[in-house]
């Protein structure tokens, strides 16, 4: 098929005898063709040998660039991690001035309170000594809140000291109030104008100590004004059922005499009420007892 093609077209370009003349000019152009073709291949090759050595070195430079980037790449990890370590040791010495800190504002609070509590506990004793019930009420109070602050530290000496010390000036304030009210209704509340005022501030020292010191001093004024009505109706005869209402008369006049006194004491106390509870009491064990003597003669 090729050499068909090939003398097609000598035929085409040498159709006759006399067009043989022009094979030397055809074959000079034939021939500088090929050197044409010759030097661009030539120069192909060239500029492809020249194009292969350019990619090699970009190829190696490529890999030189790629090493470089992996090397900073594991140097930026290697910081990193040295930074994360440094994080995490800053994070823990935070941590530990935090602790710190919240020591030293917890040590500070407790100084100053204790610095608070012995005041207040020096102050209420000078207060005690001078009978000042009113401000030794309010003291009280806060002794007794400063002193909550201090119950996780009851064995410590100086803790100790200032609770052994609060409890005996307590005592020091019961037993003055103790004393003042044993002149309530003795006469003396007429006599010192100021009385009823300072026994109606120490109800108020009562209230703020322990609730037994206001029982043990409301048993005390009720069996106290009791002690008169058991010397008038501890006779036999007045021990009778008929002479039941003389003793409900006697109650009823000591109430009304006694009216100023019973403002003394809080309403709260209720003094009066428990003043006739004891009284239905006594009354009952009295004509209960005296009729059960009265029986035991009759039966002898």
């Keep these: 098929m090729e050499k068909a093609s090939t003398m097609d077209y000598i035929n085409k370009m ?8 022009g094979v030397e000019p055809l074959m000079k152009k034939i021939h500088s063709e090929i050197r044409v073709v010759d030097a661009e291949i030539l120069a ?6 020249t194009s292969g050595t350019k990619a090699k070195e970009d190829l190696a430079e490529a890999t030189g660039a790629v090493k470089e980037l992996m090397y900073k790449v594991r140097e930026i990890k290697t910081k990193a991690e040295q930074s994360e370590t440094m994080v995490q040791e800053i994070c823990r010495d935070i941590k530990k001035l935090d602790f710190a800190k919240k020591h030293i504002t917890t040590t ?6 204790l610095t608070m509590l012995v005041s207040a506990i020096e102050q209420l004793q000078v207060m ?28 410590i000496p100086k803790i100790t000291e200032l609770r052994d010390k609060f409890k005996n000036i307590k005592q020091i304030l019961k037993s003055h109030v ?9 006469g003396k509340e007429a006599e010192e104008s100021n009385l009823l005022q300072q026994l109606s501030n120490a109800c108020l020292v009562v209230d703020a100590l322990e609730p037994s010191v206001r029982e043990e001093l409301v048993k005390n004024f009720c069996n106290r004004e ?12 007045l021990a009778k059922l008929d002479k039941t209402e003389r003793r409900y008369a006697w109650i009823k006049r000591r109430l009304r005499t006694n009216e100023e006194i ?4 809080p ?3 209720h003094v009066d009420y428990l003043i006739c509870i004891q009284f239905c009491k006594l009354t009952r064990f009295v004509i209960l007892f005296s009729h059960v003597s009265i029986g035991g003669m009759y039966m002898q």
């Design 14 to 21: 040498f159709p006759t005898e006399a067009s043989l003349s």
């Design 44 to 49: 192909a090759v060239r500029q492809q040998s």
């Design 262 to 265: 019973w403002k003394t004491f």
């Design 178 to 186: 103790f004393s003042d009210f044993s002149s309530l209704g003795t």
């Design 226 to 237: 009791l002690i008169s009505y058991k010397q008038i109706f501890e006779g036999a005869e």
């Design 108 to 113: 500070i609070t407790a100084l100053h309170r």
């Design 267 to 269: 309403a709260s106390w």
């Design 128 to 155: 005690a000594s001078k009978r000042q019930y009113k401000e030794a009420a309010a003291q009280l109070e806060a002794v007794n809140q400063l002193c909550s602050h201090f119950d996780a530290y009851r064995d």
